[in-house]
């Protein structure tokens, strides 16, 4: 698969050989800041791509016989996005426990709009008139059918086990990536099921080049070209992935994966002779043990 890359040359040539600069001054010298003031919308989630994952999760959940009707769900970083919380309820589920380690606040202007009109959205999508899981006015979630929980999935407290985990390019993102996993054995139900969508892509993909990252080691990336807030990359690859979901009790029902072109660039020691270097994008369907 090609990378569809919008930009011209220029801009292509900059980021592929001055990446290790641009990537200091937008994480280390927060550039990112000064970008989000004059583009507050570049880190705001696309409701319309996240909805049309919903359809992909629950066909997968519906070939492998799993009900999401009376279920208990968790989604793992959600962003500032409802839509999929709404997706599940509307399908049936019990209750959504949404987890996010960088919570975005209801009590601002652009927040409560963003979710009127992800509401609007939704109602116009499904033809529901009905719709008590927000407070359409001031955005504030009803605790009976969607519980927030801001921070770290390895510390919440949850009184009850889930049927069902799921997550949209949010894993890419964890640094202790099988603590995370461990956690979520810990608090689904046996036979219960997880589906997450990976996106194993640098995050500069778009200028052409989606495995840029590749030649960095561990010591340069995790110090110098990363921000947990807003860049970070664990960089850990598609066969790394099925091996920790093995280790920590599940089982891989199925796995999808999406290969692009891999160009010839300098590859750290740490990447050498992997044959899953070339995959980009990746869904798991898992059951617990």
Same mark, same amino acid.
């Given at each position: $698969?090609?990378?569809?890359?919008?930009?011209?040359?220029? =801009?292509?040539?900059?980021?592929?050989?001055?990446?290790?600069? #641009?990537?200091?001054? &937008?994480?280390?010298?927060?550039?990112?800041?000064?970008?989000?003031?004059?583009?507050? !919308?570049?880190?705001?989630? /696309?409701?319309?791509?996240?909805?049309?994952?919903?359809?992909?999760?629950?066909?997968? @959940?519906?070939?492998?016989?799993?009900?999401?009707? !009376?279920?208990?769900?968790?989604?793992?970083?959600?962003?500032?996005?409802?839509?999929?919380?709404?997706?599940?309820?509307?399908?049936? =589920?019990?209750?959504? %426990?949404?987890?996010?380690?960088?919570?975005?606040?209801?009590?601002?202007?652009?927040?409560?709009? &963003?979710?009127?009109?992800?509401?609007?959205?939704?109602?116009?999508?499904?033809?529901?008139? *009905?719709?008590?899981? %927000?407070?359409?006015?001031?955005?504030?979630?009803? !605790?009976?059918?969607?519980?927030? $929980?801001? !921070?770290?999935?390895?510390? #919440?407290? @949850?009184?009850?086990?889930?049927?069902?985990?799921?997550? #949209?390019?949010?894993?890419?993102?964890?640094? *202790?990536?099988?603590?995370?996993?461990?956690? $979520? =054995?810990?608090?689904?139900?046996?036979?219960?099921? $997880?589906?997450?969508? %990976?996106?194993?892509?640098?995050?500069?993909? %778009?200028?052409?080049?989606?495995? @840029?990252?590749?030649?960095?080691?561990?010591?340069? +990336?995790?110090?110098?070209?990363?921000?947990?807030?807003?860049?970070?990359?664990?960089?850990?690859?598609?066969?790394?992935?099925? *091996?920790?979901?093995?280790? /920590?009790?599940?089982?891989?029902?199925?796995?999808?994966? +999406?290969?692009?072109?891999?160009?010839?660039?300098?590859? /750290?020691?740490?990447?050498?002779?992997?044959?899953?270097?070339?995959?980009?994008?990746?869904?798991?369907?898992?059951?617990?043990?």
């Amino acid at each position: $698969m090609n990378i569809v890359n919008r930009h011209n040359r220029f =801009a292509r040539f900059l980021v592929n050989r001055f990446d290790f600069i #641009i990537r200091l001054l &937008y994480c280390k010298m927060r550039l990112y800041r000064l970008i989000h003031l004059f583009s507050p !919308g570049l880190y705001s989630c /696309n409701y319309d791509s996240l909805n049309s994952y919903f359809l992909i999760i629950s066909k997968a @959940l519906e070939r492998n016989g799993f009900s999401i009707r !009376g279920k208990s769900v968790i989604e793992i970083g959600p962003g500032n996005s409802y839509i999929n919380a709404y997706n599940f309820l509307h399908n049936g =589920a019990r209750e959504v %426990v949404l987890v996010d380690k960088y919570p975005r606040y209801t009590n601002t202007d652009r927040q409560r709009a &963003y979710i009127r009109n992800e509401i609007d959205y939704f109602k116009s999508r499904n033809n529901v008139k *009905e719709f008590p899981y %927000v407070n359409e006015v001031t955005g504030v979630l009803n !605790g009976d059918f969607i519980t927030f $929980m801001p !921070g770290d999935l390895r510390s #919440i407290r @949850l009184d009850r086990n889930v049927d069902f985990i799921y997550s #949209i390019a949010v894993l890419q993102h964890v640094r *202790e990536l099988e603590q995370y996993i461990r956690k $979520m =054995a810990e608090i689904l139900n046996p036979g219960g099921m $997880m589906c997450h969508i %990976v996106d194993l892509k640098d995050k500069f993909h %778009v200028f052409g080049n989606p495995f @840029l990252f590749y030649k960095y080691s561990d010591f340069i +990336w995790n110090n110098f070209c990363t921000d947990d807030a807003v860049t970070y990359s664990n960089r850990v690859r598609y066969q790394d992935y099925v *091996e920790i979901f093995k280790r /920590n009790g599940f089982d891989l029902l199925h796995g999808n994966s +999406w290969s692009y072109d891999f160009p010839g660039n300098r590859i /750290n020691k740490k990447f050498a002779g992997r044959s899953d270097l070339g995959i980009g994008d990746a869904q798991f369907l898992l059951i617990k043990r």
